[in-house]
T-cell receptor, first 111, second 115 residues
Framework: GEDVEQSLFLSVREGDSSVINCTYTDSSSTYLYWYKQEPGAGLQLLTYIFSNMDMKQDQRLTVLLNKKDKHLSLRIADTQTGDSAIYFCAGGSGNTGKLIFGQGTTLQVKP | EAQVTQNPRYLITVTGKKLTVTCSQNMNHEYMSWYRQDPGLGLRQIYYSMNVEVTDKGDVPEGYKVSRKEKRNFPLILESPSPNQTSLYFC??????????????FGSGTRLTVV
């Protein structure tokens, strides 16, 4: 079935760039999403990329999509302590509306 | 404020005691869904609903029931909770069943502990 895989943990220093990676199996996803979950909170949509795009930039966030390798990445420039959270990638599955989520990557930002 | 509201935020219960987690959205969204989040497993879909009176099983429906009698409400029912249902539960909604640039709107979560 459909699957989305992420590494579980990433630690960076404040001011560095963070790159969170994700691989997926369902190539029919129209959109691919990145969600952020802060401690004790629900998931918030951070950004998305349309499946016919290779790159999308939104302020400090850059999303890269490699459709051939089914690889999605989220780059956060100038990472701040407030960026510490769990980041989930997600892709749509068919026309049921179901989003398939990765396991989540915990980003730890050290001062 | 546009939002998905879940209640309660925290719940500790005993095995076998029926419980309901409520979910309500004020955005007139057609699509609603329940997920559970467990460490290392990400979010797994329990049930979803494409519209009023239309519900279907997700990936992990065993032990759960849902209903969608009104567009805004989508309660999750555990008829006989067991310890393996201890988890963090999220309700989510979307304008339409198909993919959109808005993705899902999530509630704040319900942390359930079954002892």
């Amino acid at each position: 079935g459909e699957d989305v895989e992420q590494s579980l943990f990433l630690s960076v220093r404040e001011g560095d760039s963070s790159v969170i990676n994700c691989t997926y199996t369902d190539s029919s996803s129209t959109y691919l999403y990145w969600y952020k979950q802060e401690p004790g909170a629900g998931l918030q949509l951070l950004t998305y990329i349309f499946s016919n795009m290779d790159m999308k930039q939104d302020q400090r966030l850059t999303v890269l999509l490699n459709k051939k390798d089914k690889h999605l990445s989220l780059r956060i420039a100038d990472t701040q302590t407030g960026d510490s959270a769990i980041y989930f990638c997600a892709g749509g599955s068919g026309n049921t509306g179901k989003l398939i989520f990765g396991q989540g990557t915990t980003l730890q930002v050290k001062p | 404020e546009a939002q998905v509201t879940q209640n309660p935020r925290y719940l500790i219960t005993v095995t076998g005691k029926k419980l309901t987690v409520t979910c309500s959205q004020n955005m007139n969204h057609e699509y609603m869904s329940w997920y559970r989040q467990d460490p290392g497993l990400g979010l797994r879909q329990i049930y979803y609903s494409m519209n009023v009176e239309v519900t279907d099983k997700g990936d992990v429906p065993e032990g759960y029931k849902v209903s969608r009698k009104e567009k805004r409400n989508f309660p999750l029912i555990l008829e006989s909770p067991s310890p393996n249902q201890t988890s963090l539960y999220f309700c989510a909604s979307s304008l339409s069943p198909g993919p959109t640039i808005y993705g899902y709107t999530f509630g704040s979560g319900t942390r359930l502990t079954v002892v």
